[in-house]
């Protein structure tokens, strides 16, 4: 197994975010460095278009680059499906290994811990996508919908007449990590029908996907908490 980071150099909202510093060193490099430290790995792939990328990371014994991933998967309409399907081969080919743990490059809050604990899981066998998770703060299954003119009712009518205790554990993907074997992979439009799926329960403070520059901030803030409390 490998893993799997994208980093493309473009990003509008939060420029140039995968290599953006944080506690002095390129986000990048914190993912990387705790990657290198779980002994299931053969190595760090990062796809990327930049060269800016690349020399940061060569520095690194069992990271490779590649070639740079091409333009028309380097844009900010490239999802998830299109690298597994159309970027992830090239690397697989490179670890002669179809068994990738997919993270992002600012998942720097992501401890060799954690991305052991889901290699571990997809190791046993009995799931075929095990991802990092959150658990919602307020149960879905009691959300309100507003309809066209103004008025509220709830989703799932029948959730309201139950105990709350009674619900179901409810997660949502924390945008993370992911492990599964892409050729399986492949063959699905959306990763969530590769079933059966595991989650990896990670505290909400730690789960945080960058998306805006509300999302770094919050990152450096629990960062900085974490590093202060160990």
């Known amino acids: 197994m490998f893993a799997y980071i994208p980093a493309r150099i473009g990003s509008k909202r939060v420029p140039k975010k995968n290599i953006k ?12 460095e705790n990657l290198l430290q779980c002994p299931n790995l053969q190595g760090v ?24 991933r091409i333009s028309t ?10 690298l597994v399907k159309y970027d992830l081969d090239r690397f697989g080919q490179h670890f002669s290994s179809t068994d990738v743990l ?25 799931h075929n996508l095990v991802m990092s998770v959150t658990e919602y703060l307020h149960h879905p299954m009691l ?30 993907d924390s945008g993370n990590f992911y ?20 989650p990896i329960v990670l505290q909400a403070n730690r789960a945080i996907d960058v998306d805006t520059m509300d999302d770094w901030h919050r990152l450096e803030e629990s960062y900085s908490e974490y590093e202060t409390s160990r």
Do not use: R, W
């Open 179 to 198: 492990v599964f074997n892409y050729k399986t992979m492949k063959q699905h439009n959306m990763f969530l029908e590769h079933t059966p799926i595991a």
């Open 45 to 68: 792939a990062v796809s990327t278009d930049s060269d800016e990328v690349k020399q940061l990371v060569d520095k690194y014994d069992k990271v490779v680059t590649l070639s740079s």
């Open 143 to 172: 959300a309100l919908i507003e309809d066209e003119t103004g008025h509220l009712s709830p989703l799932h009518p029948d959730a309201y007449l139950a105990q709350t205790k009674s619900l179901p554990k409810s997660y949502i």
């Open 73 to 82: 998967l380097s844009d900010d309409e490239t999802g998830f499906m299109d």
């Open 21 to 32: 510093h944080l506690a002095g060193k390129p986000i990048i490099c914190h993912v990387i």
């Open 102 to 126: 997919f993270t992002l490059a600012t998942s720097a809050l992501i401890k060799p811990h954690d991305y052991s604990a889901g290699i571990d899981k997809f190791n046993q066998g009995q």
